[in-house]
Every structure is written in C-alpha cells, then in structure tokens.
C-alpha cells in the first residue's frame, strides 16, 4: 500500500525550514527518506527502523513515531542544494517484504535564493 | 562505498527491438536486486525483485515474459525489454541492497525512448 506524503509540493527561501510527512494506514517495519533530482537516480537519505525514533544531524533529520505508521523528515535551513523530489519508501511490518519498498507519491521541494 | 552502476544510461531504439539493462554493484555483492519503473514527475513503481540465482519475483501487472530478469551474480542483475514499444519508454532504476532492511543504493537509471 502506497504511503501518503504531504506536501506534494514546498517552495522556500534560502535559510528556511521544511517539513515533509510521510504517513502509512499500516504499522512499518522501516522507512527509508531519498531524495532525487531531475534525470537522476534517488540519492539515499537515511532509514529509521524504530519507533519513537529519531536521527539525522542538524541540517537534516527524521522521525518515526511510536506507531511506526508516521514519518517526518525536517530540512533546517535549507539551501539551494536541497532543491529536488523527496521521496519517502516503506517496508510493511510482518516480515515478508524482503526488503521491498513501496513509494510515496513524493514532495517537490524548490529552494530559491 | 556502495556504488550501483548502470548500463547504458540512455537508450534509443526501434519498435519490436530487444534492450538490455545492466546493473552490477561496484564495491559490495548485492544479494537482491530491485528494478524500478518511473514516469516523468511521477514516483518509483517496482517492477520485480531480483534474488541471486533464483527466479525474479514480479509485482503484479508486470509482464514476466516482456521483462526478463537475470540475476547470475552476487554484483550483477539484468532487464531485458523484449519486443519494446513506444509506451515501454520510461526511466528504469534498479537497486541493490545486501539483504533485509538494508539500505537500497540506487543505480544512476537508464533512459529507454522506444521509436
């Protein structure tokens, strides 16, 4: 089942802050945060496996909740380099992905001088 | 670390042609491979998983017979797109990871136009 990202889209100024959800109507085993520029390949970002987890440094980090079901990545002080399509990909709990991700619909995020 | 090359990166050919994929890790052996489909502003679609040495599992509504996978090494998995045609044209991304909940390292995508 496709989680559902918002915003679809965030257009920001140099220095500004940004907050991407991620939301899943199922308990996750992970969730893994990429992100992709135009004609290329998704960059990973990081994965979090843990509820009530949160990780990252002080530009960029991530939640999870304690339900597993919510995750958030936050840009601090943005830079024309974080400009791109954020995607969030989920594993779903039970154990039978084998590491299959499915994901979000992803967040445009554009950041202007 | 963990680099996923791509090969070829664009891709240009005829209606009812053949085009190979490649995708082999660099610097780690990649015990399952994932080949993605993605549209132009759209998200990534798996495509099947790709397991060394046994058949690919495909996700549903993808043809096995049009898109033949081969996983014969730990560092390389290929995609054929047999008899392509121009609604085959796509950006295809594989991934490798070393298993579970790994980390995916993404290769850079090969761009097929079908003519």
């Known amino acids: 089942q496709q989680p559902v990202q918002s915003p679809q889209a965030v257009i920001l100024r140099e220095g500004e802050d940004a907050v991407i959800n991620c939301s899943s109507s199922?308990?996750?085993?992970?969730v893994h945060w990429y992100r992709q520029k135009h004609g290329e390949a998704p960059v990973f970002l990081m994965i979090?496996?843990?509820?009530?987890e949160q990780k990252g440094h002080e530009k960029i980090s991530a939640s999870f909740n304690e339900k597993k079901q919510q995750s958030s990545l936050y840009l601090t002080a943005s830079q024309l380099s974080y400009s791109g399509t954020y995607f969030c990909?989920?594993?779903?709990?039970?154990?039978?992905?084998?590491?299959?991700?499915?994901f979000g619909q992803g967040t445009i995020l554009t950041v202007h001088p | 670390g963990a680099v996923v090359s791509q090969h070829p990166s664009r891709v240009i050919c005829k209606s009812g042609t053949s085009v190979k994929i490649e995708c082999r890790s660099l610097?780690?052996?990649?015990?399952?491979m994932f080949w993605y489909r993605q549209f132009p502003k759209k998200s990534l679609m798996l495509m099947a998983t790709s397991n060394e040495g046994s058949k690919a599992t495909y996700e549903q509504g993808v043809e096995k017979d049009k898109f033949l996978i081969n996983h014969a090494s730990l560092t390389l998995s290929t995609l054929t797109v047999t008899s392509a045609h121009p609604e085959d044209s796509s950006f295809y991304i594989c991934?490798?990871?070393?298993?579970?909940?790994?980390?995916?390292?993404f290769g850079p995508g090969t761009r097929l136009t079908v003519l």
């Open positions: 199922k308990a996750l085993y992970s």
């Open positions: 610097d780690f052996q990649a015990t399952t």
């Open positions: 991934s490798a990871t070393s298993g579970g909940a790994d980390t995916q390292y």
């Open positions: 990909g989920t594993e779903g709990a039970g154990g039978t992905s084998y590491g299959k991700l499915t």
């Open positions: 979090l496996l843990k509820g009530g």
